[in-house]
């Protein structure tokens, strides 16, 4: 029987990234309280929250750090528009944030989403090339399997076909090349081969169309909704070598891999060669962790040359792009929370530390042989059931069976991936590692119904 809040969210509520027809077999979750890595529903069960609400949630709901600087904000400050005014919390996480960058992207242009920072970044790479004599080039290059968001212009530099394909038609033409995702490798090649490789092709479309291409844009390190592919920082650095010769942009969409995902705050930063200085992209965009899951916040970091192609007295060549919450005081305020505690609590050392017990816990996967490509990098953990196993709607059976284990997770495919707020410790590790395990095995000890057999909506 469904809870009267689950009842009234059918009625009235269309879900994302979700097939709404089936949505009764799999009602929501009625969530009523988190604390820590911990979300309760209204009948007081309790679900780790492996993903991390969607990737956003760095240090567990209900943070009281965090909680008291929203507060504080909210007592003085709650949101001006950012067109003819200015405030505190913006200045002080556009500086931090350029600072972590060394001053090497110096301006920041705030909005609210994920999608909204990619179309920000693509219409600054046109734009700036406009600005500069440069009118040929409009062209964008993407990675096959990338997603960037989904809206139009973000769904153009997309090659996720159950997102773009029934908006094709409204969609600029992108040139998507291959990805270095190192599932692919030929036998005998290293996942640093398979990144050589991928870049080669992008070689040879840049040299041929370098004139009428603005920018390319990737994930660096892990494209997500490929399944957490992941792949050689070779190919960061190649890539940025490709566009600093063929006077093309490099646009790093780091909404999902920043803030500390894979190792490292910015995911670039392990392009850079042992002893060298990163080598950062011409435009950063970043949402999801930046304001550790609490408020809609995204912005689009941007290397000082790209910004002064903007400074002119004639008002349409400046970069005319605005939201209503641009800038929004209470999710910098958020934000601003989330790096104190990157400079005060020795996040990323440990995160190592907890990632090494993780791992050790997960061991049995590696060999397990209904699996295959197990893969970890920073907090990210991601492995594939093999595809004869994992049988029709897996995704939707696993999500459904790690409830019945205490697990809030959401496979891509047959895809199984880990991305846990920041909070594992020596008994929480050891727990997850047994628990999704355990829902691995009910998963495929299951005998498949005739509902199961269904075609399988997209999963996240």
Avoid at 232 to 257: F, G, K, M, N
């Amino acid at each position: 029987m469904a809870s009267s809040l689950v009842a009234r969210s059918l009625a009235h509520i269309w879900h994302p990234c979700t097939q709404m027809q089936r949505a009764a077999q799999v009602p929501p979750l009625p969530m009523v309280r988190g604390q820590g890595v911990w979300l309760h529903d209204e009948d007081g069960n309790r679900y780790f929250d492996a993903i991390s609400s969607w990737w956003v949630n760095l240090f567990g709901h209900a943070d009281a750090r965090i909680n008291a600087a929203i507060k504080d904000q909210l007592d003085t400050l709650p949101h001006v528009m950012l067109a003819g005014c200015t405030h505190a919390p913006a200045v002080e996480l556009a500086e931090r944030l350029s600072a972590l960058t060394g001053g090497v992207l110096g301006h920041c242009f705030f909005a609210s989403d994920g999608a909204s920072a990619v179309e920000i970044a693509l219409k600054m790479a046109f734009h700036h090339w406009r600005n500069r004599g440069f009118v040929d080039k409009r062209e964008f290059v993407c990675l096959r399997q990338g997603y960037h968001g989904e809206t139009l212009g973000a769904l153009a530099v997309t090659d996720v076909q159950i997102f773009r394909d029934a908006y094709d038609p409204l969609l600029l033409r992108s040139h998507q090349v291959m990805s270095p995702d190192a599932r692919q490798a030929w036998p005998g090649e290293s996942a640093e081969d398979v990144a050589l490789r991928a870049a080669a092709e992008l070689q040879t479309l840049l040299e041929a169309r370098h004139g009428q291409i603005a920018a390319v844009i990737l994930e660096p390190l892990v494209q997500g909704a490929a399944g957490m592919a992941m792949y050689d920082p070779a190919y960061l650095r190649a890539v940025r070598t490709l566009c600093d010769q063929h006077q093309v942009l490099l646009i790093a969409d780091e909404i999902a891999v920043g803030c500390g995902r894979t190792g490292t705050f910015f995911a670039v930063e392990q392009a850079a060669e042992l002893g060298e200085l990163p080598l950062w992209p011409d435009l950063l965009c970043l949402s999801k962790g930046i304001s550790g899951g609490y408020l809609p916040l995204s912005l689009v970091l941007s290397r000082d040359s790209v910004y002064e192609a903007f400074l002119d007295d004639d008002v349409a060549r400046g970069f005319l792009h605005s939201h209503s919450y641009t800038g929004n005081a209470l999710a910098c305020r958020a934000a601003l929370a989330v790096l104190d505690r990157f400079a005060e609590d020795g996040v990323l050392a440990r995160n190592r530390q907890q990632a090494t017990i993780l791992s050790a816990a997960l061991a049995p996967l590696q060999t397990d042989p209904r699996v295959e490509n197990f893969r970890h990098i920073g907090m990210i953990w991601a492995f594939d059931v093999k595809e004869p196993l994992a049988g029709a709607r897996f995704a939707e059976r696993f999500h459904l069976a790690g409830r019945a284990r205490e697990l809030l997770i959401r496979p891509i495919g047959r895809t199984v991936y880990l991305l846990p707020p920041y909070l594992l410790d020596a008994e929480l590790s050891p727990w997850l590692a047994r628990q999704v395990m355990a829902t691995l095995d009910d998963v495929l000890n299951q005998v498949p119904t005739d509902a199961d057999r269904a075609p399988e909506p997209p999963t996240a």
